[in-house]
Nanobody, 116 residues
Framework: VQLQASGGGLVQAGGSLRLSCAAS????????MRWFRQAPGKDREFVAH???????LYADSVKDRFTISRDNAKNTVYLQMNSLKPEDTAVYYC???????????WGQGTQVTVSS
């Protein structure tokens, strides 16, 4: 399975971006998916989780601003990011859970930069 993240870019504070993560290969083996982010000099951190059925969980720092969703027919997960803040600046990565419940797959990352 390969994960291709896209949709990052430069946006002003208060703006919005929509990230996509498209899976290819043996996609029938994918269960839940997650978004993580890593800011310069910081550890990678959890952002959002979505189950196969669509149940979502969020980090407190993005709750009420970000929305994770998925289109199983397109093997794609999305992250709608609203009311962006400079502290949201990071490389965003998607991650997929395999059918043996291991988190086996990472995407390559997409840069999000929020200017103040």
């Amino acid at each position: 399975v390969q994960l291709q993240a896209s949709g990052g870019g430069l946006v002003q504070a208060g703006g919005s971006l929509r990230l996509s993560c498209a899976a290819s290969g043996r996609t029938i083996s994918i269960y839940a998916m997650r978004w993580f982010r890593q800011a310069p000099g910081k550890d990678r951190e959890f952002v959002a989780h979505i189950s196969w059925s669509g149940s979502a969980l969020y980090a407190d720092s993005v709750k009420d601003r970000f929305t994770i969703s998925r289109d199983n027919a397109k093997n794609t997960v999305y992250l709608q990011m609203n009311s962006l803040k400079p502290e949201d600046t990071a490389v965003y990565y998607c991650r997929a859970q395999r059918d043996d419940l291991t988190w086996a797959y990472w995407g390559q990352g997409t840069q999000v930069t929020v200017s103040s």
